[in-house]
């Protein structure tokens, strides 16, 4: 697992808020020709499907390992039709189960759709506690966590605003702590309904983070969006990107979904 320093505190005189930064994280989207595959004959496209399974299954001994970890979802609409979103130490390994996916046959009839590049964040606003927070066991689960399995998923990028009059970086550090705190109160409130993981994505890709939550009623998606656009920091600071929503897809299932 790949360590980094601690930050370094935020003072009154420092513009910006130091995050603690997790396993780097890919969502790799992707739309399915369906009229290609379905011209391939049954054998050879249960051989297809048996590969990529067998492609999976080492995603899952990974994961066992604690050395990364993965979600695999189909996607509603005609945005994608399935997503991968993977979590590993480096950018290498990230590479690596990239080259993975193109070396099965099954990547010759998925069309690349959309993809996302972070590493899962923790904003510093409010402190880490004290000693080392690379080394608090609740913080490391966030950091380097196992993605959940839930039924739904919900991906969507967003930056804060940069707008003359509504620009989140001429805030001061104190108005930011403030508006964040309160901000963060609405996602406490959906504690055991959603999970949520930040990932940081400036310098990395187009948006400034990639937000992904887990859920096993889709309706919370809706409800928790709907209620943060009231709060400040999204109705007057937040623009956002498209929304991806989905349903698991077991590998297990993957004959059906594909058969």
Not at 30 to 44: G, S, Y
Not at 154 to 169: Q, V
Not at 231 to 239: F, N, P
């Amino acid at each position: 697992m790949s360590e980094r320093p601690a930050p370094t505190p935020t003072t009154e005189t420092q513009h910006a808020a130091a995050t603690l930064d997790g396993w780097y994280t890919l969502h790799d989207f992707r739309t399915i020709d369906w009229t290609r595959l379905k011209t391939v004959d049954a054998t050879a496209r249960q051989e297809m499907i048996d590969e990529f399974v067998a492609f999976l299954a080492s995603l899952e001994d990974v994961e066992a390992r604690e050395e990364g970890s993965h979600a695999f979802y189909s996607i509603l609409g005609q945005k994608a039709d399935v997503v991968l979103m993977v979590l590993r130490p480096t950018f290498k390994e990230l590479e690596q189960v990239e080259l993975a996916l193109r070396k099965t046959r099954l990547y010759d009839y998925m069309i690349p759709s959309y993809s996302y590049v972070s590493v899962i964040e923790l904003g510093m606003y409010r402190g880490s506690g004290d000693g080392d927070p690379y080394e608090n066991p609740h913080i490391r689960s966030r950091l380097y966590p196992t993605l959940p399995k839930t039924a739904h998923v919900c991906f969507y990028p967003m930056s804060k605003a940069r707008r003359d009059g509504d620009n989140w970086y001429t805030l001061s550090m104190d108005e930011r702590k403030d508006l964040m705190y309160r901000h963060s109160m609405i996602g406490r409130s959906y504690a055991g309904k959603i999970q949520q993981f930040i990932g940081g994505s400036t310098g990395f890709d187009g948006w400034e983070w990639g937000v992904t939550l887990f859920a096993e009623d889709s309706l919370q998606f809706k409800k928790i969006v709907y209620e943060m656009r009231f709060d400040e920091v999204s109705a007057k600071y937040g623009e956002f990107g498209d929304f991806y929503v989905g349903n698991i897809l077991p590998k297990e299932e993957l004959g059906t979904f594909l058969g």
